[in-house]
């Protein structure tokens, strides 16, 4: 009796043992809650797993993750990361690293992690992309956020004005909306469903309709108190994307764009109107 005891006992640790090794993918690693310094030590996370892709590098912070939750961010960061790097002409191989936070977890040994500070949403720096979302919102801003990311290890900062001294730079933030409605668009990913849907079908207006919407949001955007009183139509993210959309559908190159965002200053040289001129050309087009 007793040694059939042992040998179930044995039998029970085996297993379990079989199974906690079986969890674990080959490519991700249990990182046992360390605390990892990232920014160069401005933000220590914990982090949970971790993974070294071919392209990104990926922290986990403690939450319910699933193989098939971290696999999905792993893939959907991988594509994301060389496609906006095309888009941009970032030809470097440096990689971003990516740190993923689940939600709902609040965590008692690090209270002032930055990452869950961060609600249904991201930041990003130079190389660090820093998500914290529920796992139901998943795969969404990745692209976007990894735009940031390239931009700033490119040392570019386009002098579009703000609206205001603590003001978005918008210009930014709709190139980082574009780009990651065209990672959703020409890529196989099932990507940001939340707010694209899921079927790519009449999709192509996307983007100007959620521009005129804005127009309706933020009334005209005539508030100069919130807006500014340069180009205020172009003081939101969605506005900002169709803006830039329509000059790279109608008015010239990927090239041309990237220079005009560079330096708005050139933007008759490059595309024979003033700035005055096209955003009156772009909202007759997206509102006729
Ligand atoms: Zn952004």
Request: charged share 25%.
């Amino acid at each position: 009796m007793k040694r059939l005891r042992v040998l179930t006992v044995f039998l029970v640790t085996f297993f379990l043992t079989a199974c906690a090794d079986k969890s674990l993918p080959d490519n991700i690693q249990f990182a046992d809650n360390q605390l990892y310094k990232f920014l160069n030590g401005y933000i220590t996370e914990e982090v949970m797993y971790f993974s070294h892709g071919g392209r990104g590098e990926y922290y986990f912070t403690p939450g319910k993750w699933t193989d098939k939750s971290m696999q999905k961010l792993i893939s959907v960061s991988e594509d994301g990361l060389k496609f906006a790097k095309d888009w941009l002409g970032y030809t470097e191989e440096k990689p971003i690293a990516f740190i993923f936070g689940n939600k709902k977890y609040k965590s008692k040994t690090n209270p002032d992690s930055f990452i869950q500070g961060i609600w249904d949403g991201g930041g990003a720096f130079e190389g660090e992309v820093f998500i914290n979302m529920s796992n139901k919102l998943t795969p969404s801003i990745i692209v976007h956020e990894t735009t940031h990311s390239i931009l700033r290890m490119q040392g570019r900062m386009s002098n579009f004005p703000l609206p205001n001294e603590n003001g978005p730079m918008f210009l930014e933030e709709g190139l980082c909306n574009v780009i990651d409605y065209l990672f959703f668009l020409e890529t196989n990913h099932q990507y940001d469903t939340n707010r694209y849907g899921k079927s790519k079908e009449n999709m192509e207006n996307y983007l100007h309709k959620a521009a005129l919407k804005m127009f309706k949001f933020h009334k005209n955007f005539e508030n100069e108190d919130e807006f500014g009183a340069v180009y205020p139509q172009l003081m939101s993210y969605e506005t900002a994307a169709s803006f830039i959309y329509y000059l790279l559908e109608h008015k010239g190159t990927k090239e041309d764009f990237m220079r005009f965002f560079d330096d708005i200053n050139l933007m008759e040289d490059i595309y024979g109107a003033n700035m005055d001129t096209m955003i009156g050309e772009w909202l007759k087009f997206i509102n006729p």
